[in-house]
């Protein structure tokens, strides 16, 4: 009986972990992440910790991992350039 209870203790933190790490929704963390349901890649803006979306607010898909790459990339860059631009900014103050 105590094996029944280990055996199911142990499925339910497997699962848990599996949901973690392949449900977007429940994924903490950045960058690009693989959605099993949907078949396509999704992309986590690092700054706000928020879902890249289309205009009209769904999630934006990529089908292929470049795009996706490319896509993660250039959020990487604009959020680098605005922090040496606040940087610079503030240098010229001190």
Partial sequence: M???GIAVARAARLSRQAVRE??????????IRWDPAARCYRVRDEQGGEWLRDGDGTIRAFV??????GEWL??????????VREANWASRWN
């Fill in 2 to 4: 105590a094996q029944d």
């Fill in 22 to 31: 392949l449900d977007p929704a429940a994924t903490h963390g950045y960058g």
């Fill in 64 to 69: 292929r991992f470049e795009a996706a790459n």
């Fill in 74 to 83: 250039r959020l990487r860059r604009e959020h680098l350039e605005a922090r």
